[in-house]
């Protein structure tokens, strides 16, 4: 089972509690959605600027641990 990642929060204040990146309201899903589509991390942080290279880059880290 995957464990709490440190750069996604959820809170039912924020999104309803989707899971968003730590610090915005940008749903992770919306990263996850990006990437599938064939699209750069630098299409989604252009999309997204309250997002940073570090959160996405750390995300994709913290996943890769776990796995």
């Known amino acids: 089972m995957l464990k ?3 750069t996604i929060s ?3 204040e ?4 989707t899971p968003v990146f730590a610090g915005t309201r940008v749903p992770v ?3 996850w959605d990006y ?3 064939g699209e750069s ?3 989604f942080l252009d999309g997204f600027p309250t ?3 570090e959160q ?4 994709l880290e913290e996943l890769e641990q776990q796995l």
Do not use: E, W
């Open 4 to 6: 709490t990642l440190s």
């Open 10 to 12: 959820t809170s039912p």
């Open 14 to 17: 924020i999104m309803s509690g």
């Open 29 to 31: 899903q919306t990263f």
């Open 35 to 37: 990437l599938k589509a």
């Open 41 to 43: 991390i630098n299409d």
């Open 51 to 53: 997002v940073t290279r």
């Open 56 to 59: 996405a880059i750390a995300l």
